[in-house]
């Protein structure tokens, strides 16, 4: 059974920083890509970060150069680390694991973004 269990996730001023965790558990996390997307109220899932088995990266333009996705094979966990945050980086941001011909999501952590 695969879980993703996101974390990490909280109220944080303009300009601040944080650092979100996705643990996996029923896949062989290392052969997998990951990627965390986020979802504001009235507004579609949206791209935020990918980190492939290989350790390629690829970011939303909206947060290239604020937001790293890294990835510790031996702990089954990805991270997202954010800095500079901006009030329209409020949002819920899920986990998501491709695996085969299926992918599966996290049910997300809360992130608000005060001005």
């Known amino acids: 059974q695969v879980q993703l269990v996101e974390s990490g996730g909280g109220l944080v001023q303009a300009g601040g920083s944080l650092r979100l965790s996705c643990a996996a558990s029923?896949?062989?996390?290392?052969?997998?890509?990951m990627g965390w997307y986020r979802q504001a109220p009235g507004k579609q899932r949206e791209l935020v970060a990918t980190?492939?088995?290989?350790?390629?990266?690829d970011y939303g333009d909206s947060v290239k150069g604020r937001i790293t996705i890294s990835r510790d094979n031996a702990k089954n966990t990805v991270y997202l680390q954010m800095n500079s945050l901006k009030p329209e980086d409020t949002a819920v941001y899920y986990c998501?694991?491709?695996?085969?011909?299926?992918?599966?999501w996290g049910q997300g952590t809360q992130v608000t973004v005060s001005s």
């Open positions: 029923g896949i062989i996390f290392r052969v997998h890509n």
């Open positions: 980190i492939t088995s290989g350790g390629s990266t």
């Open positions: 998501r694991a491709w695996v085969v011909l299926n992918d599966f």
